[in-house]
């Protein structure tokens, strides 16, 4: 298995405009985790999803952030408009709860956003 | 409601000597422990786990950790630390339960020296 799938691996981009950072779950999982990890916050979960409905989105910080699973093979995290706070690696995970993993999550590479 | 406490954002010790990291939970229900480790650049990687029975855990890279209930503790040892060793490490938890998401401690930054 190819695991979890992140892109882009890095991202630069401008402040006000709109990035789009996308997952590739690992095949049969079920839920989907995305998570922002910066020095001073450390690991914060943004959002999850169970079979492509999102769960869980009491960590997402504002509206400017967005995000979809449209089927179960792919997700995405969108910021519109994009600010240089939001500069922060993120990560997307996933998990599949019939595998007797116990709640074990399986990360992807991360996304590193710097916003200019 | 779960949590995860660290102690100490840094930790140094040098090639050879015993690794301790230390970490605290707080769990309404019967929880679920892990430890991942984060090499730079990378995503992170589960080190080993805790669900139900045996309470000290093993896992990759000559890690483990024992569940202490009564003191809500999940420490990470190492009997000799290695220079490769040198990482983020971060424990979670988790209820034991389904459809739940982890949750994070803030993350022990583990420096080897030679």
């Known amino acids: 298995d190819a695991g979890v799938i992140q892109s882009p691996r890095h991202e630069v981009t401008e402040m006000g405009q709109e990035v789009t950072l996308r997952c590739k779950p690992i095949?049969?999982?079920?839920?989907l985790f995305w998570y922002r990890q910066t020095m001073m916050r450390g690991l914060e979960l943004l959002i999850y999803?169970?079979?492509?409905?999102?769960?869980?989105d009491s960590g997402m910080p504002e509206d400017r952030f967005s995000a979809k699973m449209p089927n179960a093979s792919f997700s995405t995290l969108k910021i519109q408009p994009s600010e240089p706070r939001d500069s922060a690696v993120y990560f997307c995970?996933?998990?599949?709860?019939?595998?007797?993993?116990?709640?074990?999550?399986?990360f992807g590479p991360g996304t590193r956003l710097t916003v200019l | 409601a779960q949590s995860v406490t660290q102690l100490g954002s840094h930790v140094s010790v040098s090639e050879g000597a015993l690794v301790l990291l230390r970490c605290n939970y707080s769990s309404s229900v019967p929880p679920y422990l892990f430890w991942y480790v984060q090499y730079p650049n990378q995503g992170l990687q589960l080190l080993l786990k805790y669900t139900t029975g045996a309470t000290l855990v093993k896992g990759i890279n000559g890690f483990e950790a024992e569940f202490k209930k009564s003191e809500t503790s999940f420490h990470l040892t190492k009997p000799s630390a290695h220079m490769s060793d040198a990482a983020e490490y971060f424990c979670a938890v988790t209820p034991n339960q389904a459809g739940t998401a982890l949750i994070f401690g803030k993350g022990t930054t583990l420096s080897v020296s030679s």
């Open positions: 995970a996933s998990r599949d709860s019939g595998s007797g993993r116990n709640n074990e999550q399986f």
């Open positions: 095949s049969g999982h079920d839920y």
């Open positions: 999803f169970n079979n492509n409905v999102p769960i869980d």
